[in-house]
């Protein structure tokens, strides 16, 4: 499991500069960004170096902001290996409530998963890696 900064933000002009501002500001360095937006307002998901010292700079700033734990798997860089993972997780009965993709470089994406795994988590990430797929850490990232 891995940190994700989630900040709601404002759906105004310049608001996401100034939110990325602030985070280079404080010497955070982003590896990804997603947005869901509504009319009035944006839920921003970042995959940072440190989430907990963005989050605190971020509130010293005024932003609400909150870290959370989700899932990063490591999959193969080439059509349906997104597929395969959630087709994985689907057998193992983990439900998915959101998700986001990046790649690094080469053969090699990385998907970051907000995922319920069940109490036997152990089992569950076992079976991931025996299908093939790589749990990531913060470090690994």
Do not use: H, W
Request: net charge negative.
């Amino acid at each position: 499991m891995v940190d994700q900064l989630t900040v709601f933000l404002e759906n105004a002009e310049g608001r996401l500069a100034k939110l990325c501002r602030s985070l280079a500001d404080a010497d955070v360095d982003m590896l990804a960004l997603t947005i869901a937006d509504t009319t009035d307002y944006g839920v921003v998901r970042i995959i940072c170096d440190d989430a907990t010292r963005a989050r605190d700079a971020l509130a010293e700033k005024g932003y609400r902001a909150m870290v959370t734990k989700v899932a990063a798997f490591e999959v193969p860089n080439r059509p349906g290996g997104l597929a395969d993972l959630l087709g994985v997780l689907d057998d193992l009965d983990i439900p998915v409530e959101y998700g986001y993709c990046f790649s690094t470089s080469g053969d090699r994406a990385v998907d970051i998963l907000k995922v319920k795994l069940p109490d036997e988590t152990t089992r569950a990430v076992e079976a991931i890696e025996a299908a093939g797929f790589k749990v990531l850490s913060q470090e690994e990232l």
